[in-house]
């Protein structure tokens, strides 16, 4: 593999880089570096290893036979990803309910299941619900996982009437008072009419910077509205760990943190993974604080990523719509099944891909959410940014020569701006992802090889992210060498990002073939 050169010749100069790209430059250098480790460990000269046969390269590798048989299986298991999703809908149409998981000292445990006994392995929930793209409530995080951050931002209410307050809790707004300051300005949404525009999206909600301390006093006023009624205020899409982390240094502010880690059933997540590293606070990790009566509007997610919200105190009713098939997911109505769910303080909601819902807080609700994506959800994701794609070139072609043909860092610039993501982005994600793994599988110690899961899911997970890869390097409408070379500013970079990804499409291949004992 050619060394990760920091001045090749056609590079622009790094000051003359908008700070976008030299976080994608710094994501190529780390992709560059862990492939070179990669191919030291299998002793390769070069990283094209297209002409290697597959028994040479396999001998390299430890635990081979049981590495290439469970990736073998893995890829026929990437084949029924469809089919896995089809079964998922299946269920949702049969029950009027979601699955309620259950969470305590001995794991996780789905309701009524005859084996609940045996706690599900993390490998199994994503299985269970992640690949098959079903929703689920989860109870007991509140006092295994989230612990520490319901102590902070809970206080116990004993003087309230109100029956509809879960567990008589309400927000601690002292601790927001002193740890996040009365004066800061937090982004508070004004909700719009319940309506879609002619493509399908939500209509814009206008946003509006307010002090805490008027947040506050304007949150105890909507609360006190008659029941129907609809706030049209919402905290919403807060950065406030993003905030504490930037007032660390500050004496005041530094007991602050840690507020809570990422649940291990959670994890494995490209897009936060990603952007907390090589961007300028691009992450999608949420607070939301709404006044009694204050809706998030009929919607999918984001980049039809994955969402999980865990509710600190209060209580929402959420409306999810289950279509008939995977296919009719893209439709912007309500057509399909529908059934409502009320998750408590304490509880949260894992939200699966492409999913239309609705929610509504019933009481004043504070809730941690995260939008995330997986090898799981990765291929949708993909779709979302197609469909973007295309909704942006329709969009040139009506202001005609505003923007020439030949501009891709425009283009990746819209992208980015409509979806907070582009398609530079994207495929360095997706290579540090399927690198971290490949290094992952072929190191694997006697003890991960006897834990077939741990190898089986991760070569899952490298089976399903090589197919998009490969997927959006072959889509021509994409023009995806144009837009690497935009966005890295060289030619060279681009090429390099390109023969990285030939490098761990070549291997990925070559270990799914089944070896022979």
Known sequence: METVDQNDGESCCSSSLSTHSQHMRAALNDCSELLERLRELLHLKSTDIRAQAAEQLSLKIEHRGVIQQLFYSAWLSSDKIEQERELGLQRLHETSELDIVHVDKNGWHRDGDKASSIPMTSSEFKREYCFRNVPCIIRGLDE????????????????????????????????????????????????????????????????????????????????????????????????????LQSKQSDDDFSCALPLYKTCEYFERDLLNNFLTKYSDGGDYMFVYWGPKGSTTRLHSDVLHSFSWSYNVTGSKKWTFYIPSSDRDNESSDKAGRSFEVIQNTGETIFVSSKIKHEVVNLVETLSINHNWITSANIDNTWQCICNEIAAIEDEIEEWQEVIPKDDFEARENMLRGCIGLDVTTFILMILLEVSELLVQVITATDAMAENKNDILHSALSICNLAKVLNKVLTCEEAKTAKRLQAILGSKTKANRADGLAAFVLSLSSLLNKPHAS
């Open 144 to 243: 295994l996982h989230f612990k520490d951050v319901s102590l902070k931002w809970r206080k116990t209410d004993t003087t309230s009437t109100d029956s509809t307050t879960s567990n008589e809790c309400r927000i601690n707004t002292s601790w927001f008072e002193k740890f996040v300051g009365e004066d800061t300005m937090v982004p508070v949404r004004i909700d719009g009419k319940n309506e879609l525009d002619e493509d399908g999206r939500a209509e814009e909600c206008e946003t509006k910077m307010m002090s805490l301390k008027d947040w506050i006093s304007s949150c105890q006023q909507q609360n006190t509205i008659q029941e129907g009624e609809v706030s049209r205020e919402y905290l919403k899409d807060w950065h406030l760990v993003q905030f």
